[in-house]
């Protein structure tokens, strides 16, 4: 019984996750006063470091290093919806809870490498940087609740792991949309 319930609610939470990351429509939603700060400060973040000063060699890796990184996120998370998505029909907990387990280590694996091997010397890219990190750390954050609420049963922890991933998403995808138009 508590197995049916355990995947009654992973099969419930995987459909929301799954909706919600299936949007193609891009709507920042600020609810607090951080949120709203930060959807400000990545708004007006340029990628290019300044039209006056010339761009060096530290700054040109670290804008290869955060593009790579947010190609890689984003394949892992388009991964994991895949593989929740086929769990769901096949109603395997363990693989669910494998697959978010795995997700969460390489979002640790992405912060680390950006925030010890990047060393950008503009201010405009030390400001990305850091909100990139913030990104990180909230879908780190996020999928752990995920894990937790599916290892003891907690819908509402699941829930709110969700509404965390689903946020960070949101300033992801804020994030490359603002990279993309200060390249061009």
Known sequence: MKATISITIVLLCTAALTACSSESKFEPVAHSNVQKQEAQTIKSMPLNPSASTAVNANDKMFIQDVENSIDTLQKTLKELDLIL??????????EAKESVDIAR????????????????ESANLKKIKTS??????????GL???????????????????????KAKSSLNELVMNIKKEKG
Do not use: A
Not at 112 to 120: A, E, Q, T, V, Y
């Open 85 to 94: 998505s086929e769990t769901q029909h096949n109603d395997e907990l363990d």
């Open 144 to 166: 752990t609740y995920q894990l937790d609420g599916m290892r003891v049963v907690n819908s509402v922890k699941i829930m709110e792991g969700i509404d965390i991933t689903n």
């Open 132 to 141: 990139y990190e913030g990104i990180l750390t909230k879908f780190r954050k």
């Open 105 to 120: 280590q390489e979002v640790l694996y992405l912060w680390n490498k950006i925030h010890n091997d990047s060393k950008p």
